[in-house]
């Protein structure tokens, strides 16, 4: 069973959300939060497995909280995800950056929504289809100078040959059809350059392919 928060101010969204998450067989909506403040409690109180957390919130924004969640001790595991009204939030760029799996807007579909929960949950980053590669546009364009070389050196080649596929934007089919392997062997690949990386999911990634210097701007063609 997949375990939800909902963070977000307005009332109608949290009711609209749960009773979408709630009907599914493997999904629960174990606790609702109106603000911050509130989430962050919850989460440390319950650990669910994924957040859905609105951008915008009174006391403390989902920015602020989605840096203390995914800073927690113990709290590694939790999972969250951004909710916004614009594709092209101004906080979405900071919200990847300080932890977050992804993002969704939130008039998305219902299947893109249930589709997206269980990704994430999978490990998978979730940016939506529309803005993914203009996302990692504005990475490329706000990355600091790379870091020392040595920051990839536990990755055999082929594992940085696929992060800086990662880092463009690729799924995982999309780098096994460029590098003629299988799914699941460029799934393995993304999953072992995670853990040596310390990288909490795929998105964390792309942060590090562009602040290693893996991949530069002017890379997406």
Do not use: C
């Amino acid at each position: 069973m997949i375990r939800v928060l909902l963070a977000d101010d307005q009332i109608l969204v949290r009711a609209g959300f749960r009773a979408l998450l709630d009907a599914q067989d493997d999904i629960e909506v174990v606790a609702e939060a109106a603000d911050g403040e509130e989430a962050l409690g919850l989460v440390r109180q319950l650990r669910p497995d994924i957040v859905l957390m609105d951008i915008r919130m009174p006391r403390l924004d989902g920015l602020a909280t989605t840096r203390r969640i995914t800073s927690g001790p113990g709290l590694a595991a939790v999972k969250v995800v951004m909710l916004t009204t614009f594709e092209l939030d101004e906080y979405v760029f900071e919200a990847i950056r300080a932890g977050a799996s992804g993002f969704l807007v939130k008039d998305t579909e219902p299947e893109e929504l249930l589709r997206a929960v269980r990704a994430v949950v999978d490990g998978d980053a979730l940016l939506s289809p529309g803005v993914t590669r203009r996302l990692i546009a504005e990475f490329a364009a706000r990355s600091k100078e790379p870091a020392a070389a040595d920051t990839l050196a536990e990755l055999t080649e082929r594992e940085r040959e696929v992060m800086a596929l990662v880092g463009i934007g690729l799924s995982n089919e999309e780098i096994a059809r460029r590098l003629v392997v299988s799914p699941l062997t460029a799934k393995t690949h993304v999953s072992r350059a995670m853990v040596k990386l310390g990288a909490r999911d795929r998105a964390q990634l792309v942060v590090l392919a562009y602040e290693s210097g893996l991949v530069r701007p002017g890379w997406l063609g």
